[in-house]
């Protein structure tokens, strides 16, 4: 594991997409797993910026997500497919057909985190697993448990983290209370991870995820056992 520390977070979003410029350089049709969150946004600007400038194609790179919440509309704007798209795909020249995240308005859920799994499967391993982390470790919506899944599955999220994700709703109440996650296996299986942490409240849980015991509790910590993980850490201050 590489732990990179840096002051702030467009530095962090910096670091993060040299990364994709050069895999981009290697492989044109590179596969990438995205995630969501407010951590991830800097990458998203800077790599916007670099399209913008000609530095960065997306016309054949094929994406997957981490996760989506279960009964949120993709028009929803809280969806995680929104997301996506407002803070990257409709910025770049991505082929939306390239884009994949879970079917969180399947009828059948546990059916739709198969067929999820099945397309992780297809599309092979990733070039670059893209992570941010929760303030109680997870990891995708991996949440701290005596057991963690190793392929997609549907998950009742914690009351800390549907606290925590609260401030993107109008309401608590109107938080998912489910989601749908790649399970640790399909996160393992990635030539890259790329671990983007910024904010002092969660230097903490990052500093147990990488110097603590590998536990369950802590999602993260797994990471430990991956053979290439880039931490880039901007939890020195909030800036
Ligand atoms: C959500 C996502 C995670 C993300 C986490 C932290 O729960 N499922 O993938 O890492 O939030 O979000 P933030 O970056 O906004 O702190």
Redesign the pocket.
């Known amino acids: 594991m590489i732990r990179f520390k840096v002051k702030s977070k467009k530095e962090m979003g910096e670091l993060a997409a040299t990364y994709y410029v050069r895999q981009l350089e290697k492989k044109k049709d590179s596969l990438f797993a995205f995630?969501?969150?407010?951590?991830p946004i800097p990458l998203y600007d800077e790599l916007v910026r670099l399209y913008n400038e000609g530095k960065v194609d997306f016309s054949e790179v094929r994406t997957v997500n981490?996760?989506e919440y279960v009964g949120l509309d993709v028009k929803n704007e809280n969806s995680y497919r929104s997301f996506m798209d407002k803070n990257l795909f409709d910025r770049v020249n991505i082929k939306k057909d390239n884009t994949v995240l879970p079917d969180g308005m399947a009828e059948d859920v546990d059916k739709a985190c198969a067929l999820y799994s099945a397309k992780l499967a297809e599309l092979g391993t990733r070039d670059i697993q893209l992570?941010?982390?929760?303030n109680n470790g997870?990891?995708?919506?991996n949440e701290p448990s005596d057991g963690l899944s190793a392929r997609t599955f549907a998950v009742t999220l914690t009351e800390s983290?549907i606290a925590a994700?609260s401030r993107f709703f109008a309401s608590q109440d109107e938080v998912p209370k489910k989601a749908m996650t790649m399970g640790m296996a399909e996160i393992f299986d990635a030539k890259l991870i790329l671990l983007l942490v910024s904010g002092k409240a969660k230097h903490d849980v990052l500093d147990a995820a990488i110097n603590g015991p590998v536990t369950t509790q802590n999602p993260a910590s797994l990471l430990q056992l991956h053979p290439n993980v880039v931490v880039i850490d901007a939890t020195e201050n909030d800036e």
């Open positions: 995630a969501t969150g407010s951590t981490l996760d992570l941010g982390i929760g997870h990891i995708g919506f983290t994700n």
